[in-house]
């Protein structure tokens, strides 16, 4: 069981940046893969980005590369986002989630564990 518990988010500038963190509890989260999703009123919840167990590999989507970056500490139990560069279109609620396994998916079936969500607003 993985409990997972998002922080971070608020109200920023476009161009702007903010660090979210994913604090979680449980023995299984540092042998899961990660990944943070996002839902914007009235569209449905969409991949952000997603980092393997051992924080080796990462996967993002193309409306975030390069802006968007994952990592996690496993010593501290926790994954991050950082964002840079953010535009009006990335407001929305962020989640984070912890796989089932190891693999790295941008299929939120493949994520059994939820935070509650944390709200990020980009004002233009």
């Known amino acids: 069981q993985v409990q997972l518990v998002e922080s971070g988010g608020g109200l920023v500038q476009a161009g702007g940046s903010l660090r979210l963190s994913c604090a979680a509890s449980?023995?299984?989260?540092?042998?899961?893969?990660m990944g943070w999703f996002r839902q914007a009123p009235g569209k449905e919840r969409e991949f952000v980005c997603a980092i393997s167990w051992s924080g080796g590999y990462t996967y993002y989507a193309d409306s975030v590369k390069g802006r968007f970056t994952i990592s996690r500490s496993n010593a501290k139990n926790t994954g991050y986002l950082q964002m840079n560069s953010l535009r009006p279109e990335d407001t929305a609620v962020y989640y984070c989630?912890?796989?089932?396994?190891?693999?790295?998916?941008?299929?939120?079936?493949?994520?059994?564990?939820w935070g509650q969500g944390t709200q990020v607003t980009v004002s233009s």
């Open positions: 449980g023995r299984t989260f540092s042998s899961s893969a």
């Open positions: 989630a912890a796989a089932l396994g190891v693999v790295i998916t941008r299929s939120a079936n493949g994520y059994g564990y």
